[in-house]
Nanobody, 121 residues
Framework: VQLVESGGGLVQAGGSLRLSCAAS????????MGWFRQAPGKEREFVAA????????YYADSVKGRFTISGDNAQKKVYLQMNSLKPEDTAVYSC???????????????WGQGTQVTVSS
C-alpha cells in the first residue's frame, strides 16, 4: 500500500488547512489510519487516528477540538481537517496505516512521505 499526502502549506495562526492521504490499494479499507507529525529536532508525535470502519477516532490532547480526522473508503482517502492552527502545529505531517487503531507509531505498517505544514504567528 502506498500512501501519498497532500494539502500542506503555509498558513497564518488561526487559519485552517485540510490534509489528504490517498492510498493505492483497495486493502486500504481494512486498515486503521493515523496522522503523525514531526517538527525539527523533535520526536514523531501522534496526532489522530481512525478505525477502518470510521466508527472510532482518537486525538492527541494538543489537537483535540481543533483537528478532525475522517475517512472515505470508496475514495481510499483519509483527511485531517485542521482548524485554529497555532505556530506549534508546524511540522511535517504523515499519514500511516495499521492493522488496528493505535496511537503507537511502531504499530503502523505503511507510511506516506509527509507534507509540510507551517503556521506563522
Amino acid at each position: 500500500v502506498q500512501l501519498v499526502e497532500s494539502g500542506g502549506g503555509l498558513v497564518q495562526a488561526g487559519g485552517s488547512l485540510r490534509l489528504s492521504c490517498a492510498a493505492s490499494e483497495r486493502t486500504f479499507s481494512s486498515y486503521a489510519m493515523g496522522w503523525f507529525r514531526q517538527a525539527p529536532g523533535k520526536e514523531r508525535e501522534f496526532v489522530a487516528a481512525i478505525s477502518w470502519s470510521g466508527g472510532r477516532t482518537y486525538y492527541a490532547d494538543s489537537v483535540k477540538g481543533r483537528f478532525t480526522i475522517s475517512g472515505d473508503n470508496a475514495q481510499k482517502k483519509v483527511y485531517l481537517q485542521m482548524n485554529s492552527l497555532k505556530p506549534e502545529d508546524t511540522a511535517v505531517y504523515s499519514c500511516a496505516g495499521a492493522p488496528w487503531v493505535t496511537t503507537l507509531p511502531n504499530e503502523y505498517d505503511y507510511w506516506g512521505q509527509g507534507t509540510q505544514v507551517t503556521v506563522s504567528s
